[in-house]
T-cell receptor
């Protein structure tokens, strides 16, 4: 069974304090790993898709990396507006196109 | 990026009534849409995969007769919660995959619909 585990569950940082969020996964053949941002009461907002180990993608203060077992979302010099829940999901190569989500990491950036 | 719209964003209903939630892909066609459910401080759990012109595929443990899904066109899927009860109160989110142009394969989500059953 495909599984995604994110850590930590919650993370509180000071503005400008860089850190990383972890997403560990097991999947029967990875088609893609996805990162989303979700604000309270809203649907997830797409951030990145990673397809193969060694791949990296960047967007503003965020950088996502991928290995064969996990992905990291690095946040550099975060700002209060980066506060949100960050969700990781995997899509298997075989079968349906569905995504399996992790529990998410609730990130709070204090000014 | 592509836009997926859900309506209504919030709905309150009495126990025993039925509620319909619409999911539209505004600027692309989606042969497949997905319906998720999210409880407070929990992640998204896939309920069913909605296929245009055919029956939906439900995940294990999801009651087909309670959560009716219709995908009548390439831009619209509906989820009807029949005979709703308080335990059905949740945040329902739809998503659709844009397989055209610059957004090939990306999955976009609607804003979600919060259902409260009294």
């Amino acid at each position: 069974e495909d599984q995604v585990t994110q850590s930590p569950e919650a993370l509180r940082l000071q503005e400008g304090e860089s850190s990383s969020l972890n997403c560990s996964y097991t999947v029967s053949g990875l088609r893609g790993l996805f990162w989303y941002r979700q604000d309270p009461g809203k649907g997830p907002e797409f951030l990145f898709t990673l397809y193969s180990a060694g791949e990296e993608k960047e967007k503003e203060r965020l950088k996502a990396t991928l290995t064969k077992k996990e992905s990291f979302l690095h946040i550099t010099a975060p700002k209060p507006e980066d506060s949100a829940t960050y969700l990781c999901a995997v899509q298997a190569r075989q079968g349906a196109q569905k995504l399996v989500f992790g529990q998410g990491t609730r990130l709070t950036i204090n000014p | 990026g592509a836009v997926v719209s859900q309506h209504p964003s919030r709905v309150i209903c009495k126990s025993g009534t039925s509620v319909k939630i619409e999911c539209r892909s505004l600027d692309f066609q989606a042969t497949t849409m997905f319906w998720y459910r999210q409880f407070p401080k929990q992640s998204l759990m896939l309920m069913a995969t909605s296929n245009e012109g055919s029956k939906a595929t439900y995940e294990q443990g999801v009651e087909k007769d309670k959560f009716l899904i219709n995908h009548a066109s390439l831009t619209l899927s509906t989820l009807t919660v029949t005979s709703a009860h308080p335990e059905d109160s949740s945040f329902y989110i739809c998503s659709a995959r844009d397989q055209s142009g610059a957004n090939t394969g990306e999955l976009f989500f609607g804003e979600g619909s919060r259902l409260t059953v009294l």
